[in-house]
């Protein structure tokens, strides 16, 4: 029972290229999330999805899209990285018990 | 949203109880109050969570304060494993969003 994956655990991307970041659950939840964490800073929400088939901004959603490919799914798309998007991200799941996954640590050069 | 305010370190002797309190003075009547933890900058973990009542389960217990303005997690017996950021968290019963504050850093010392 591997609960949330996310994949890369890593990645350095330079400036401009795009990338996708994977996020799976087993857990048959309806609900999944994307956060971002900056040194020192707590997470903040860039969107989720109540269900599959629907997503919605959260506080910090631009430059970034999403898709809830299926109910397992929910990936982040960076069209154009930046620098200011050097960050965590996590992925998670669940409604009243939420379960994280270990993280994608992003470098934008 | 309610918000709400932590002490930003606290430490703690291994053995020991470790208290953390929590505030959140304009919490509303549907807002549950949640507490979770990350270690090292891995994902943040779910410890419980608590509407009016105590709650208790294997890794701590929840007091909340009758008036819910306030409440504290307990670690009943912190090892040197439980040293982490501890955040609390109000949110409401029909939304599943969380919105994570900076937290406690808990050190737990020999």
């Known amino acids: 029972n591997a609960g949330v994956t996310q994949t890369p655990k890593f990645q350095v991307l330079k400036t401009g290229q795009s990338m996708t970041l994977q996020c799976a659950q087993d857990m048959n939840h309806n609900s999944m999330y994307w956060y971002r964490q900056d040194p020192g800073m707590g997470l903040r929400l860039i969107y989720y999805?109540?269900?599959?088939?629907?997503?919605d901004k959260g506080e910090v959603p631009n430059g970034y899209n999403v898709s809830r490919l299926n109910k397992r799914e929910f990936s982040l798309r960076l069209e154009s990285a930046a620098p200011s998007q050097t960050s965590v991200y996590f992925c998670a799941s669940g409604g009243q018990w939420p379960t994280f996954g270990s993280g994608t640590r992003l470098t934008v050069v | 949203d309610a918000k709400t305010t932590q002490p930003p370190s606290m430490d703690c002797a291994e053995g020991r109880a470790a208290n953390l309190p929590c505030n959140h003075s304009t919490i509303s009547g549907n807002e549950y109050v949640y507490w979770f933890r990350q270690i090292h900058s891995q994902g943040p973990q779910y410890i419980i969570h608590?509407?009016?009542n105590n709650e208790t389960n294997e890794m701590a217990s929840l007091i909340i304060t009758e008036d819910r303005k306030s409440s504290t997690l307990i670690l009943p017996h912190a090892t040197l494993r439980d040293t982490a950021v501890y955040y609390c968290i109000v949110r409401p019963s029909n939304d599943y969003k969380l919105s994570f504050g900076a937290g406690t850093t808990v050190t737990v010392r020999a």
């Open positions: 608590g509407l009016k």
């Open positions: 999805s109540a269900s599959e088939g629907t997503t």
